[in-house]
């Protein structure tokens, strides 16, 4: 699977002048290759000096995490969770389960909205509805009237 | 996450955390103990090597394993590898730390010429340990991180380049010219200094 590098002395050089002696740090598809040609004797003083600052390097140690570190981490861990909970809670809730009140909400809309355009557009409606009302109910009266004449 | 999204582009090796991903999503205590047994002293190393001040590494590292429960919940899998973040954002909030601290004291802190001056001084007075910590503080931010990436925390380079946001190429020079410099700096009391080492060995 790993491809096979070509590998010079120079750039077995630039290598250990860059990560060092141990080939854990090399670039690990060229590490074989550089390995391959360290051990026909090339770039021995390379190596040493490459050795030498690794280990000065190594005498360096970072102190462990503090016992309340990891304590510390969990305590506003959870009080991060408790404030998302508070805060997803209080705000409105997804917009899937408000769909069916959307979509009736949407539906008187549009009929309201259809409704009062259709009565803007047939404005006269409205009178000739008055007339025809007002005329109903005169003819009522003077039918009213005869149909009492009649019994009389 | 700094930028808000997963960084992408890293190898195509699985995530050595994908077990622990669906419980930090669904922000489980359990997940980030085992985050934190997993990474919380690498971490701190990291933060350590970089900042050199103890109190200052757990305030950074605490920070990281906030910031990644608080962007579990969205992680993008697939992209990078969660301690690859991880080990990104402590980077990049160490090095902030860094210049923030040169911004607000810059009567203190040297520039780099005079501290690598004042660094070589100090090496001349102090033990071998706390000459390669000078040596090492002497170094410019970026190429003291392509150390502590490389050498402390063993990236690849790959990852490291990854990190501070580098070609591989550019990577590799970086830690070349860091490790020339702290060659320079240590080329005068490097063999007293192995000599002791290997003694104390």
């Known amino acids: 699977m790993s491809k096979k590098h070509e590998m010079s002395d120079q750039r077995l050089h630039e290598i250990i002048a860059s990560f060092g002696a141990a080939p854990k740090r090399w670039p690990e598809a060229e590490r074989d290759a550089a390995l391959a040609l360290l051990e026909q004797g090339n770039a021995a003083s390379a190596i040493d000096q490459g050795q030498a600052l690794d280990q000065l390097l190594d005498s360096i140690s970072a102190p462990a995490p503090s016992e309340l570190l990891q304590a510390r981490i969990l305590k506003q861990a959870k009080a991060d969770r408790l404030v998302t909970r508070i805060i997803s809670a209080s705000t409105p809730r997804p917009q899937r389960q408000n769909l069916p009140f959307r979509a009736i909400a949407a539906t008187l809309a549009i009929t309201l909205g259809v409704g009062i355009g259709v009565e803007q557009f047939f404005p006269s409606n409205s009178q000739s509805y008055r007339d025809d009302y007002q005329l109903a109910m005169d003819l009522y009266d003077e039918d009213d009237l005869d149909f009492v004449e009649i019994l009389q | ?201």
């Not at chain 2, 103890?54 to 590898?81: C, H, M, R, Y």
Request: charged share 30%; with cysteine; proline share 4%.
């Open chain 2, 1 to 201: 996450m700094p930028s808000g999204r997963t960084p992408k582009g890293v190898s195509g090796s699985p995530d050595p955390d994908a077990d622990i991903l669906p419980g930090l999503a669904a922000q489980e205590q359990a997940a980030l103990r085992v985050l934190m047994e997993r990474h919380l002293r690498s971490l701190k190393s990291l933060a350590w090597h970089l900042l050199k001040d103890d109190w200052a590494a757990e305030d950074i590292t605490q920070e990281v394993f906030l910031k990644t429960w608080q962007q579990a919940p969205s992680w993008e899998t697939g992209n990078a590898k969660l301690v690859t973040w991880m080990r990104r954002v402590a980077t990049n909030l160490c090095l902030d730390r860094l210049r923030k601290k040169k911004e607000d004291l810059p009567g203190e802190v040297p520039d780099i010429a005079d501290d690598k001056a004042s660094a070589l001084t100090g090496l001349m007075e102090q033990d071998g340990k706390s000459r390669i910590e000078a040596a090492l503080a002497a170094l410019p931010e970026r190429q003291k991180a392509a150390v502590v990436l490389c050498h402390y925390q063993e990236c690849s380079q790959v990852e490291a380049a990854e990190i501070l946001v580098l070609s591989v190429r550019a990577y590799e020079s970086l830690l070349a010219r860091a490790r020339r410099n702290l060659k320079e700096m240590l080329a005068d009391d490097k063999h007293d200094l192995m000599s002791n080492y290997r003694d104390a060995l």
